[in-house]
């Protein structure tokens, strides 16, 4: 079945830790994307990245990394540095012709306490 | 700049009943609008996409349609079931394909 993946489900970390997120598809999509959904809030797109080796920052990529070295995998990296990591993070793909046209991971839980 | 609202917020009915989820835009120069759904702690579905020159999809008991010029789209689910209990999703895309999520309309639907 193809899909994209996201691991663990729930994740909790202490407050200063480093914790990274995984993403995974195998859709033959060039582009893949991390979104943080949080209550009252729409998504919010942190980055995206359209091919291999380039990513381009989102709308809040304060405080995240990311890496694409391989056209499957989309690693996020919340640093110490986001002030307010705790949220849902939802990870998307899609082929380049219809970047509007996304498919969804079910999501990460990160609690920073 | 291209804003996306979603009414009601919350939406409870008995089962059985037709409804209607609205979702606003304010820039007509949309490039399509899609529907998605979210059950709790989970990922988002996609439900319906409207492409700018449609005026409606359906898809089962699911009916969504476009208006631009009112700058309005409708997600209409007939004869609704407690399996449709969730929350909604209403996104937008602009010419330079951006999306822009609307909060989301949560549906309960009680047996």
């Known amino acids: 079945d193809g899909g994209i993946t996201q691991s663990p489900k729930y994740l909790f970390r202490k407050e200063g830790q480093n914790v990274t997120l995984s993403c995974e598809q195998n859709l033959n999509h060039d582009a893949m994307y991390w979104y943080r959904q949080d209550p009252g809030q729409g998504l919010r797109l942190i980055y995206y990245s359209q091919i291999v080796n380039d990513f381009q920052k989102g709308d809040i990529a304060e405080g995240y990394s990311v890496s694409r070295e391989k056209k499957e995998s989309f690693p996020l990296t919340v640093t110490s540095a986001q002030k307010n990591p705790t949220a849902f993070y939802l990870c998307a793909s899609s082929s380049t012709r219809k970047a509007h046209e996304q498919y969804f991971g079910p999501g990460t839980r990160l609690t920073v306490t | 700049k291209q804003e996306v609202t979603q009414i009601p917020a919350a939406l409870s009915v008995p089962e059985g009943e037709n409804l209607v989820l609205n979702c606003s835009f304010t820039d007509s120069a949309i490039y399509n609008l899609q529907w998605f759904r979210q059950d709790p702690g989970k990922g988002l579905t996609s439900l319906l996409l409207?492409?700018?020159s449609q005026r409606e999809q359906t898809s089962g008991r699911l009916n969504a349609s476009l208006d631009k010029s009112s700058g309005r789209s409708t997600l209409y689910i007939a004869a609704s079931q407690p399996g449709d209990s969730a929350t909604y999703l209403c996104v937008g895309a602009g010419n330079n394909r951006k999306l822009i999520w609307g909060l989301g309309t949560s549906l309960a639907v009680n047996p």
């Open positions: 409207i492409q700018s």
